[in-house]
């Protein structure tokens, strides 16, 4: 009796032999987290393979005091901007060249800049926008990887926007394909900021930003690093320890 091989994602023969350009858009909770674990990704990948990670941060948010606990920040760096300071942060720590913008995405980087774009931003009018953005590019990034959370639990998915001259029928749904909720105008947005480190722990579990990072950095790794992935992304619940796996879509 034949049994099915697991489905698997393979990465594409081009991001091979070059660096992987990668746009990271949002500098917070759980920005902060994926940007240092990209820096011991890129450590990781320059050991054992031809490819190297160039990432540039966007986010428009600055240091607050209600910042400090659950994201990778000090006393010192109030007042500064978010992605200038981490990125300059990893660059002197590592000896990189990472880039900083100050701003907002789409508006002050277009999409087009990356072969991959990691988004956390806090809104689904956040994403709806960067989504926009992609589908105006002809150049599109070849992923998308979108990470979100509430309290306890968070998600995080990769997927592939759909290229100009049409769906091939295998790619992975991105984050607005799987999510098609995200879409709905009428939905308000969540993302009050909170006054001080209590009242923002009082909003979200310490670490549940950087156990959804965590995760999400360990599925970039099996792609990038060993070539491949069995599963699109994950839910996460800190609550009651579960975590599910997305699977990849059926080609069938």
């Known amino acids: ?16 032999n070059q660096p992987i350009r990668i746009l990271l858009v949002g500098c917070g909770a759980s920005g902060s987290q994926m940007l240092m674990g990209l820096a ?3 450590i990781a990948l ?27 920040f000090y006393h010192g760096d109030i007042g500064h901007s978010k992605a200038r300071t981490l990125t300059e942060r990893i660059n002197l720590a590592h000896g990189l060249d990472w880039k900083a913008v100050h ?28 989504g926009a953005a992609i589908e105006d590019e002809r150049n599109r990034p070849t992923y998308w990887m979108d990470l979100g959370n509430r309290a306890n639990d968070g998600q995080f998915i990769i997927g592939c926007p759909a290229s100009v001259g049409g769906d091939d029928g295998s790619r992975l749904p991105t984050v607005l394909e799987a999510f098609p909720e995200l879409r709905d105008e009428s939905l308000p947005d969540d993302d009050s900021p ?21 995760h999400a950095l360990a599925l970039l790794f099996d792609l990038l690093g060993r070539g491949s992935i069995g599963h699109a992304g994950g839910f996460i619940n800190l609550s009651t320890g579960q975590s599910v ?3 990849l879509p059926d080609p069938r």
């Open 1 to 16: 009796m034949q049994t099915d091989l697991p489905r698997r994602h393979y990465m594409p023969a081009a991001f091979n």
């Open 40 to 42: 011991g990704l890129d």
């Open 46 to 72: 320059r050991a054992i393979s031809s490819r190297s990670l160039d990432v540039t941060t966007v986010d428009d948010d600055i240091v607050s005091e209600a910042n400090l606990g659950r994201q990778p």
């Open 103 to 130: 701003g907002r995405a789409p508006g002050t980087i277009r999409p087009e800049a990356a072969e991959m774009l990691i988004t956390c931003v806090d809104t689904a009018s956040a994403r709806r926008a960067i």
């Open 194 to 214: 909170s006054c001080s480190v209590a009242e923002a722990l009082e909003r979200q579990s310490l670490f549940v930003n950087r156990v959804v990072a965590s």
């Open 245 to 247: 796996q997305i699977p």
